[in-house]
């Protein structure tokens, strides 16, 4: 069954920027009704709602600072949500960064920060605020969750541990109890302030050679990152994961037996 985002509402972490604030964007752009931007950064979440409203009018988003690290302060912004709009269906658990030298902070923020979007919206929210027949979870993983890398290993790890929550709250006994579906997508590099600001930061030897091999990798804009993620979806099987790189290919990942 295609899912219908057209008059929905959504709440995406990390929403405030790059990747995140592309998918509110997109969706926006595929007639959801609002959405709620959560994110640690307040200045950027304030840029991000006027640009939301200059191109897309006033009242489809809100900002709520929220630490995702924190449960507590993401059930405020999970509540904050159906008091703004009324329901909520979709919730894209995006919030992530790159940085093994703040390796205990990366895993409270890569790991934590999807349990807590999953436990708050599999087991508080989705089933109880949904509008349509099925509700929707977006967790961002990447080609690094796929793969080892010898120069990010902690993030690396970071996110299989996302497909792993992926994988299993996307299981048939967890939908059929609350008719939500859970997909994870794996972006390849894309232009975001996560890989500019790790070009323009001093990272030491261990980055060395991730800097000039991120130069030689296919890059993509979130833009069309977002596109490609609000096609898949749609329709995307529940505990599929989906690999988005390069600004072209779209492919689900089906794990080896
Ligand atoms: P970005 O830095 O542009 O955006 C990340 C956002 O997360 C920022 O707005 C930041 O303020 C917010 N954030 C950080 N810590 C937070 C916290 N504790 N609570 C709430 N918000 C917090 O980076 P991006 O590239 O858009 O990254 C988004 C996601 O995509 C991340 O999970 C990242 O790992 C993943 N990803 C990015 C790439 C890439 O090449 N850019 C590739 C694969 C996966």
Redesign the pocket.
């Known amino acids: 069954m295609v899912i219908e985002i057209r008059g929905k509402v959504a709440l995406i972490?990390?929403g405030?920027?790059?990747?995140?604030l592309q998918f509110a964007k997109a969706l926006l752009r595929n007639g959801l009704k609002g959405v709620t931007l959560?994110?640690?950064?307040p200045k950027?979440g304030h840029g991000a709602l006027q640009q939301i409203e200059r191109e897309f009018g006033p009242n489809r988003a809100i900002f709520v600072q929220?630490?995702?690290?924190r449960i507590d302060q993401l059930d405020y912004t999970f509540n904050k949500t159906i008091g703004t709009f009324g329901y909520l269906d979709i919730v894209f658990n995006?919030?992530?960064?790159?940085n093994d030298a703040v390796w205990e902070t990366q895993i409270q923020?890569?790991i934590n920060?999807v349990i807590h979007g999953m436990l708050l919206a599999m087991e508080k929210y989705l089933p109880k605020y949904q509008q349509g027949p099925e509700a929707l979870i977006v967790n961002?993983?990447?080609?690094?969750g796929l793969e080892g890398s010898a120069h990010v290993p902690i993030y690396a790890a970071t996110?299989h541990a996302v497909l792993g929550l992926t994988k299993s709250w996307g299981c048939d006994t967890f939908y059929d109890r609350n008719k939500v579906r859970v997909v994870a997508v794996?972006?390849?590099?894309?232009n975001?302030?996560?890989?500019s600001e790790m070009n323009n930061r001093s990272l030491g030897a261990q980055y060395e050679n991730l800097l000039d091999e991120v130069a030689t990798w296919p890059t993509q804009k979130?833009e069309t990152l977002a596109e490609q993620v609000m096609e898949i979806v749609k329709y995307a099987p529940n505990g599929s994961t989906w690999v988005v790189e390069g600004g072209e290919a779209a492919y689900e990942y089906i794990f080896p037996d």
Do not use: E, H, Q, Y
């Open positions: 972490t990390g405030a920027s790059g990747i995140g959560a994110d640690l950064n950027l929220t630490d995702v690290t995006n919030a992530g960064i790159l923020i890569n920060g961002t993983s990447s080609i690094a996110k794996c972006p390849g590099v894309t975001t302030p996560l890989i979130p």
